[in-house]
């Protein structure tokens, strides 16, 4: 453990530099503030966007369900596929053969979820953006829940009630995060509401919508977090932040399927990914300051206790940590541009979210650090669609 005891002054520096950019954000946003623009209301016809690796399984099941949900709702909707550049398995044959009317994007090059999910909402020309799963099966009926709660302008994006087909309970698609013992919690909660609708931390990655114009605004999916994992949830967090609401439509159910393939990396390249991006969203969106210098104090100890968990070694956990250190710079850079826009705190966001999922169980944690190595491959892996 002594590497990560040699890490104490250095999260002491990190908490300086910390609150220093929080002090200037607070002054910029003073001296000039960035107002969110007004949209008009979306219209609610869709561009729903797939991102496919060695997809075809997947896609010759979930397509047909998609296109008779699309018919059914109604609209002048349209399908994008992106697919990978070292996706061979057939996959545009299939598509060509089968889904003519889909929209194939073939990426340039080898891309990871984030990217290629960035590129295919480049190619939306929708107001609205689903963002789907390839394993992903939705019922015919899944799309008005979702689009419905767009009449109001303040609205961000909704997410669909998720079935888990691997393990009913786990995933639901109502998630809550909240502070605790120095660091963020990621849960996903059982739902009990009587309500159609309710606020959520961040939109899963199952079905989701966007409005395209807010997300522009917002500056897109950060690709800090590249390859994947947190950076659904940092999009959520921002739009909380200027005043937006994300909602999950308890009455619009998919099911998703899990089929998914471990990257090339194995298991121990996605710990290091989960850790790092973990790292990175908290320096760049948590702005309150108890909550800065407890996560920053307390560090090591939350190190040292992931550490001694099942297949996480200390090495990993000081690479993931100097893996973020590395991304500073640009962290501080972004954390002060949304610093002027921003009108919630962090607080105020978890007490709106727990006001309304009080009495609710949490089933499971998104981002577990305790989490086993078999946890992580089974859960978070599907979950943000990382290859």
């Not at 453990?1 to 990190?14: E, F, G, K, N, Y």
């Not at 075809?56 to 990978?84: C, F, M, T, W, Y």
Request: net charge positive.
């Amino acid at each position: 453990m002594l590497r990560i005891l040699l890490l104490a002054p250095v999260d002491w520096i990190l908490m300086c530099a910390l609150l220093c950019a929080e002090l200037v954000g607070r002054l910029w946003r003073l001296i000039s503030p960035v107002h969110v623009p007004s949209f008009p209301l979306c219209r609610h016809d869709c561009s729903f966007v797939i991102v496919s690796w060695h997809g075809k399984n997947s896609l010759a099941q979930s397509l047909p369900a998609l296109l008779q949900a699309a018919r059914h709702h109604g609209g002048d909707h349209e399908v994008i596929i992106v697919l990978d550049h070292e996706s061979n398995d057939g996959t545009r044959e299939l598509l060509e053969k089968n889904f003519p009317d889909v929209v194939l994007v073939q990426a340039p090059r080898s891309l990871y979820f984030g990217a290629a999910t960035r590129l295919g909402i480049r190619k939306a020309t929708r107001d609205i953006v689903v963002l789907i799963n390839n394993d992903t099966i939705v019922d015919e009926d899944f799309l008005a829940p979702l689009l419905k709660p767009f009449e109001d302008p303040v609205v961000f994006g909704v997410a669909s009630q998720v079935r888990d087909s691997s393990a009913p309970g786990r995933e639901t698609g109502k998630t809550r995060a909240y502070f605790k013992g120095g660091d963020i919690a990621w849960v996903q909660e059982s739902i009990l509401t009587a309500q159609d609708y309710c606020p959520v931390s961040w939109l899963h990655r199952g079905a989701l919508t966007l409005d395209r114009r807010k997300y522009h605004w917002l500056r897109s999916l950060d690709d800090l977090y590249d390859p994947g994992y947190f950076e659904d949830a940092d999009l959520s967090h921002r739009a909380w932040k200027v005043g937006w609401k994300c909602l999950l439509a308890v009455n619009s159910r998919v099911s998703h399927q899990h089929q998914f393939k471990v990257p090339r990396g194995g298991e121990e390249f996605i710990h290091l990914i989960v850790r790092r991006n973990a790292y990175v969203f908290f320096w760049k969106n948590i702005d309150d300051v108890p909550m800065l210098v407890k996560h920053c104090l307390t560090s090591v100890s939350r190190r040292m206790r992931r550490a001694r968990a099942s297949g996480i070694s200390e090495k990993l956990e000081v690479r993931s940590f100097l893996a973020a250190l590395k991304r500073l710079p640009v962290i501080l850079k972004r954390r002060l541009v949304a610093a002027r826009s921003a009108i919630r705190t962090d607080r105020e966001i978890f007490e709106l979210v727990a006001q309304c999922q009080r009495g609710s169980d949490a089933l499971s944690g998104q981002f577990e650090d305790e989490a086993v190595r078999s946890d992580i491959t089974n859960i978070q892996i599907s979950r943000l669609g990382l290859r």
